[in-house]
């Protein structure tokens, strides 16, 4: 059980888009620097500026962009045991998340996502790579690809956070997540994303009509305070979807949220 922090702020977040330059402050957004169109390999010189620059490869039948995401192990640089770390390839299957329905009158329904846990990896980062998910679904035609929500919180670096562990004594969290700065970000399929060490995170968050398989990547030393850690908390920080059943759909989203995915 996660030590449950003694108190948290009330907090509703509007998702936006996961880009490169939203998601930097917390690790790396990756997605294809490619349009879809593009189906023979283009000369260097017509393609738009990219770092890292793309070399040719695979008998000139690819393009190689590397690397586009840190593979980061600090376990050497202190974690406290001492014991080193490998990398390891895991898959996480995540089913869709069910949502609270928030009623209004006069206005539609919405659907929230209520933000109970954050974890952190403090000396690696994490990738979470989707499969079998499709970038180029047709909304409302047929059944609608689902989404994933990713969702961080800033580290208050040197401050400590005082919660209660589940023999009820009280604990103290170093370096515990801001919850006054979660932030929200919906990806869709063709998107991964690397946490950044010690960036405080939710466990993945699928919304849709079905589950979504990631591949994780990371390093592990095998002791679970040096893996993972985590704080819980109880209500008031939660993500609002908007209306009941659009988050999914760009076109019907008041706020177009999904419009520059």
């Given at each position: ?8 702020p009330?907090?509703t977040?509007?998702?936006e ?5 939203s998601?930097?402050?917390?690790g790396?957004?990756i ?6 169109e593009?189906?023979i ?5 017509s ?12 008998q ?17 640089n ?11 390839m ?6 869709p ?20 846990i954050?974890?952190r990896?403090?000396?690696?980062n ?9 970038s ?5 035609d047929?059944?609608?690809?689902p989404?994933?929500l990713?969702i ?16 009820g004594e ?17 990806a869709?399929?063709?998107?991964a ?5 010690g960036t ?7 919304l849709?009509?079905?589950r979504?398989d990631?591949?994780v ?6 002791v679970d305070e040096?893996d993972?850690?985590?704080?819980a908390f109880g209500?008031?920080?939660v993500?609002?979807?908007g209306?009941?059943?659009q988050?999914?759909?760009p076109?019907?989203?008041?706020a177009?949220?999904?419009?520059k995915?």
């Amino acid at each position: 059980m996660a030590p449950i922090l003694t108190s948290n702020p009330t907090v509703t977040i509007t998702p936006e888009p996961l880009t490169r330059v939203s998601f930097a402050p917390f690790g790396t957004a990756i997605t294809s620097p490619l349009p879809r169109e593009i189906n023979i390999p283009p000369q260097a010189s017509s393609l738009p500026p990219h770092i890292p620059t793309p070399v040719l490869a695979n008998q000139n039948s690819a393009l190689k962009y590397s690397p586009i995401s840190p593979l980061t192990d600090d376990y050497a640089n202190g974690c406290p045991s001492g014991k080193s770390a490998s990398a390891r390839m895991t898959m996480f299957c995540c089913f869709p998340r069910k949502l609270r329905t928030i009623s209004a009158s006069q206005k539609p329904d919405n659907e929230v996502f209520d933000v109970r846990i954050l974890e952190r990896h403090p000396f690696t980062n994490q990738t979470f790579i989707p499969t079998d998910l499709s970038s180029h679904a047709k909304v409302g035609d047929g059944e609608e690809e689902p989404i994933f929500l990713v969702i961080v919180a800033p580290t208050l670096k040197g401050e400590a956070a005082t919660a209660k562990n589940a023999a009820g004594e009280m604990i103290t969290i170093r370096d515990p997540p801001d919850l006054k700065n979660v932030r929200a970000f919906i990806a869709r399929g063709g998107q991964a994303v690397t946490y950044g060490v010690g960036t405080w995170h939710a466990p993945m968050v699928v919304l849709g009509p079905r589950r979504v398989d990631f591949v994780v990547v990371q390093h592990v030393n095998g002791v679970d305070e040096e893996d993972c850690q985590e704080a819980a908390f109880g209500e008031g920080i939660v993500v609002n979807l908007g209306a009941r059943g659009q988050y999914g759909r760009p076109e019907k989203s008041p706020a177009r949220l999904w419009a520059k995915l």
